[in-house]
């Protein structure tokens, strides 16, 4: 349903204005012990609305409960999802007193981008990698299976020796602008690659 996409991709939308608000909130009031509080608990309002917005979008992306919802549509409003998501993740690292270090919520965002990273891809290259598979030519499909995966860990490696020294560099603040930009970026860009594909958008 074309109504409930618009709705996760509004919440989302604000769900991003409120993790900003959230970070403007915390650097303005640093230094103030009382009101300390209020950035982290705006916080906690854009990670709810992130919760109800991956609801949305496993509805939307792995059932038919909401009808039938157009590729484009899922692609955009999964965009939002992911951004949203990395955002949730980084910025609550610049809060004090953390559950978790920093280290650990920058390294959990990363695999989130490697791991897109490697999706995105396996799924261009796995056409190539199944062709025969109907005829059963199993050596020839784990001969090609082979030659992506050193491709994928070689990209994969690489990225993380990346974000890694990223980390290492730079403040945490800055990295995770990095890392964030660098999100963005990724998934716009693949975003765009796909948007200009066809793709039969079935019954």
């Known amino acids: 349903m074309a109504r ?8 989302a939308g604000i769900g991003l204005a409120v993790l900003a608000f959230a970070a403007i909130l915390h650097y303005l009031l640093l230094g103030i012990t009382d009101l300390a509080w209020v950035g982290i ?3 906690t309002v854009a990670a709810g609305l992130l919760v109800l917005v ?12 909401t009808g039938f919802v157009h590729p484009e549509d899922k692609l955009v409003a999964n965009m939002f999802v992911f951004i949203m998501a990395i955002a949730t993740i980084l910025i609550y690292g610049i809060f004090p ?12 965002a990363s695999m989130i981008v490697i791991a897109y990273v490697f999706l995105f891809v396996f799924t261009y290259f796995s ?12 050596k020839e499909m784990t001969s090609r299976f082979m030659l992506v995966s050193l491709l994928l860990g070689a990209i994969m490696a690489g990225l993380m020796l990346l974000l890694d020294w ?4 730079l403040s945490y603040e800055w990295a995770s602008v990095s890392l964030g930009g660098f999100a963005v ?3 716009f860009i693949m975003a765009f690659a796909l948007g200009r594909k066809y793709e039969p958008v079935g019954e």
Do not use: K, Y
């Open 54 to 65: 991956l609801i949305f979008a496993v509805l939307n992306t792995f059932t038919e409960v």
């Open 185 to 187: 970026a990724l998934v």
């Open 4 to 11: 409930l996409t618009t709705i996760a991709n509004l919440i």
């Open 166 to 169: 990223i980390m290492i560099t």
């Open 41 to 43: 608990s705006t916080w």
């Open 127 to 138: 056409s190539t990698i199944t062709e025969g598979a109907d005829m059963s030519q199993v």
């Open 97 to 108: 007193d953390l559950a978790v270090s920093q280290d650990s919520l920058f390294r959990t």
